[in-house]
């Protein structure tokens, strides 16, 4: 267990790194070359524990970009090289530091952080139906620790904004309970201290390092797959602290049933709240631009805001990448950002003008059609069964590509409740994880709507 957090010099592991190294080369030759330097090239092979292979990136934003743009392509070139069934693990590489330094306290490296994360409020957080829960929660266990719900479990997409949350989390903590000791740490960070005592025989005080915690919140939490030994520790260490009323929070990209860890320790994570972010309606995508102009003093007309808002596809890390990309053009150019100015944006970023997506009437048009029922019952009262699916996949590929509101989307649908569509998302979203079926079928619409591109 202990040598899945190094990469020791073995055969095997040589051999899993030239294969690892061939993997990259393919996938040269299937990306642009700027892409492959940026992202593919300082990728590194770290360490194995079965069939999980860990790869470090240099920092999150590049784990980020390679786990949604291109670890299936790797993983099969590596799976390919090396003949066998592997899943590819990506963690974002933290600074080197010293060796006689990797003992020291947790503390001051969140020292280190606390000024670069200040700005990271409740206060700048723009709330939305799809993080409400998550935002209340947070604001909750900042100001009654260990007694609203512990631990605190969020969970959800990359670039929604978790990990604002948790810090906005560790400030208003420090805030009001100034002479407590709160820590945040990832998961990573967290097993880097374990390993390092674990090869010291100092255990015990790791153990130690934690008693006078009063709140620990930890990000992307997911890294504790990874092996049964640290799992172990963390469900030692969570016991604790919920025991002793202490407040755990906790990240993840996956709700806890969606992790491959020991059943105790799911339960335990479960045990408090468990609360989801979903991406952002075109409504809090617009107002997140409002809100990040109305800051910075930026002047941009409300129009061009909600063009973007509509318009540039994925998460609110790209939407804001788009808006800085505009209001750098639009200061070279000495012109005030517009919509034109937006679409260019557009089509240089993303390599096309902008998208033409079908309208949430074609949508519910082509699964009535394809479902053999009218738009009138697929849209309709009703309640019988078999309309459900249908009805609830129209739902989600409306929510999924036009960014509508939950609100608005349920007045499509004989004005239903906010809450029935997101429980019919939800429950799409989850199917298409395992029910090779319907994920055929909504590829089948995607392409009758012209959805199928990237």
């Not at 080197?96 to 206060?123: I, L």
């Not at 994880?433 to 709507?449: F, P, T, Y």
Request: a neutral charge; proline letters at 4%; hydrophobic letters at 40%.
């Amino acid at each position: 267990m202990d040598d899945q957090f190094t990469f020791d010099e073995e055969p095997e592991m040589r051999q899993l790194k030239r294969n690892f190294d061939r993997a990259k080369l393919r996938l040269k030759e299937m990306i642009p070359p700027v892409q492959f330097d940026k992202f593919i090239k300082s990728l590194e092979l770290t360490g194995r524990e079965e069939h999980l292979v860990f790869v470090a990136a240099p920092g999150k934003f590049v784990q980020e970009w390679v786990r949604d743009k291109y670890r299936k392509q790797l993983e099969t070139a590596l799976c390919e090289e090396s003949d066998e069934l592997l899943e590819i693990v990506l963690e974002a590489r933290l600074r080197e530091r010293p060796a006689d330094d990797r003992a020291v306290s947790f503390t001051s490296s969140v020292a280190t952080h606390d000024s670069q994360f200040a700005h990271y409020t409740f206060d700048n957080f723009v709330i939305g139906e799809s993080n409400r829960i998550a935002c209340k929660g947070c604001q909750e266990v900042s100001k009654k620790l260990g007694k609203f719900c512990n631990p605190l479990y969020i969970f959800g997409p990359t670039g929604v904004g978790k990990t604002h949350l948790a810090w906005a989390t560790y400030n208003l903590t420090q805030k009001q309970h100034p002479r407590l000791r709160v820590e945040y740490m990832t998961a990573h960070e967290f097993s880097q201290r374990f390993v390092v005592a674990l090869k010291a025989g100092t255990i015990p005080q790791f153990h130690r390092s934690f008693e006078s915690c009063r709140a620990l919140i930890i990000d992307d939490i997911a890294f504790v797959e990874r092996g049964q030994k640290f799992q172990e520790e963390m469900f030692h260490l969570f016991n604790a602290f919920v025991q002793d009323g202490r407040q755990l929070v906790l990240c993840a990209d996956r709700a806890p049933r969606n992790l491959m860890i020991d059943e105790r320790l799911r339960s335990r994570m479960e045990s408090g709240l468990v609360a989801d972010i979903l991406p952002p309606d075109t409504d809090l995508r617009y107002r997140i631009l409002r809100k990040k102009a109305d800051n910075e003093n930026l002047k941009i007309d409300d129009e061009v805001c909600e063009f973007l808002a509509a318009n540039v596809p994925g998460n609110v890390r790209t939407l804001l990448g788009a808006f800085t990309t505009l209001m750098i053009l639009s200061g070279i150019g000495a012109t005030d950002p517009s919509v034109d100015l937006a679409k260019s944006v557009i089509a240089k970023q993303f390599g096309r003008d902008t998208p033409s997506l079908p309208t949430a009437e074609q949508i519910i048009d082509v699964v009535a059609k394809d479902a053999g029922v009218s738009r009138e019952e697929l849209i309709g009262p009703s309640r019988n069964a078999w309309l459900a699916q249908p009805r609830h996949l129209a739902m989600f590929l409306i929510r999924e590509n036009l960014n509508e509101s939950w609100k608005h989307i349920g007045a499509r649908f004989s004005n239903r409740d906010h809450s029935t569509v997101i429980h019919a998302h939800r429950k799409i979203g989850l199917l298409l994880a395992s029910d090779q079926e319907l994920r055929a079928k909504c590829e089948h619409l995607r392409r009758q709507l012209g959805l199928d591109r990237d």
